[in-house]
């Protein structure tokens, strides 16, 4: 029976606009499907260090199972300012300008809801990863792409980003290392950029998840760049580089006025993160490096094959000089990228992403993710060039 009342639909319109993702379809059939090589998951396949995991399994025993701060463990805090003033020489104050999250993902999206009002735009990298827009469209916000392109290392362009910029823009929002390019943004650009948000007074939100795993190159902390930790929102985590991902366990770093802001929203979103976990993350602070040092090592190692193989069997591939990944064109394939994904799923059990997943710029290319044994992926490689070499272009 009818109530008289006239209704738009049960699901809100923000979130109906939330596309959907263009990665989920391949693990769907990816679940039904044996002997598949998954080159697309990008998370680590190392295990959390042992050490890790039983300081974790020692909170516990000790019956540290309470709500922390808010902010998160005082200790935890502590360790995290001292890390990023001895990678990096900024200083963020242990009790004002951090906030332990529950992953980056709730400090993207705490960040986001602290500065937008509705119909700010936000400007990010094409292709980037592919949270970013359904944070910013759920935080009430319009999410403007800036293309950049694979002949010069998808770098972004300050001349194309400072073109975008409309008297509704309030932030730019990055993530170098870059997922899923693998790009590192240099010193160069990141002065550029920081120019450009001091001249039009934006927020800056840098995805920094990434930072330990470069090769070959520095990272660049965007933070440390003259007058920008005032405005900058830096998200930084424990997933990557100490192999963590189940563990949702991440932080926010900005001035203590911006991080109250960010407070009020986490406050009632998550209350605080898993205690265990954060007692995790703070022996791999004080304890970690070594890890770091080897999982780096090998990366590189799996890296340096699989660029090679790329370039080498016609696929050619921007040197990514950070995180885990690969981006190379498939056009001389003949198929666009989602075609070339299915194909080679369904022809030669081997699951790479297709650019178009990450944004128009994406487009003639397939996201590899190297975090994966070394001899499965030379396997991949083989199954990928002889996939090529059965729908080459002009091959019969």
């Not at 699901?11 to 598949?36: C, K, N, T, W, Y």
């Not at 990010?124 to 990863?129: A, I, L, Q, V």
């Not at 009020?264 to 703070?282: C, G, N």
Request: net charge negative; with cysteine; proline share 5%.
């Amino acid at each position: 029976m009818s109530d008289g009342v006239t209704h738009r639909g049960n699901i809100s319109q923000h979130v109906q606009a939330i596309p959907s993702s263009g990665i989920r379809r391949f693990f769907d059939l990816l679940a039904s499907m044996e002997g598949v090589i998954s080159l697309g998951v990008g998370q680590p396949d190392f295990v959390t260090p042992n050490h890790i995991r039983q300081a974790a399994i020692k909170s516990i025993e000790d019956g540290e199972t309470y709500y922390t701060s808010n902010y998160g463990l005082v200790e935890l805090r502590a360790a995290i300012s001292r890390h990023l003033n001895r990678l990096y020489g900024i200083r963020y104050d242990a009790g004002t300008e951090i906030i332990v999250t529950a992953g980056v993902s709730e400090g993207l999206q705490i960040a986001l809801e602290a500065i937008l009002d509705p119909g700010d735009q936000v400007l990010s990298p094409d292709p980037g990863y592919v949270a970013y827009l359904p944070a910013v469209l759920l935080a009430g916000g319009v999410y403007m792409q800036v293309p950049t392109r694979s002949d010069d290392g998808f770098q972004l362009h300050p001349d194309e980003l400072e073109s975008r910029i409309t008297p509704r823009t309030k932030a730019i929002l990055f993530g170098y290392p870059a997922n899923p390019t693998g790009a590192v943004m240099t010193r160069e650009t990141a002065q550029a950029v920081a120019d450009i948000a001091e001249r039009h007074n934006l927020f800056v939100i840098s995805d920094e998840i990434y930072d330990r795993l470069v090769y070959d190159t520095e990272h660049v902390c965007f933070a440390t760049i003259p007058k920008m930790k005032e405005r900058t929102i830096l998200l930084g985590g424990f997933s990557k580089a100490y192999a963590m991902t189940g563990w949702r366990l991440a932080y926010t770093c900005a001035r203590s006025e911006l991080t109250e802001a960010i407070m009020k929203v986490h406050q009632y979103v998550m209350m605080s993160a898993p205690t265990p976990a954060q007692f995790a993350a703070l022996q791999a602070l004080n304890a970690g490096e070594e890890d770091v040092r080897g999982m780096v090592s090998e990366y590189d190692r799996r890296r340096r094959m699989l660029v090679n193989r790329l370039n080498a069997m016609g696929l050619p591939c921007a040197d990514p000089h950070g995180a885990f990944y690969a981006f190379p064109q498939i056009g001389g394939s003949g198929m666009n990228d989602e075609s070339f994904a299915e194909r080679l799923l369904m022809e030669e059990r081997v699951a790479v992403i297709p650019g178009s997943a990450f944004g128009e710029a994406g487009a003639g290319h397939v996201r590899i993710c190297y975090a994966q044994n070394y001899d499965l992926l030379v396997e991949a490689m083989d199954r990928i060039q002889r996939f090529l070499e059965r729908h080459r272009v002009g091959s019969k």
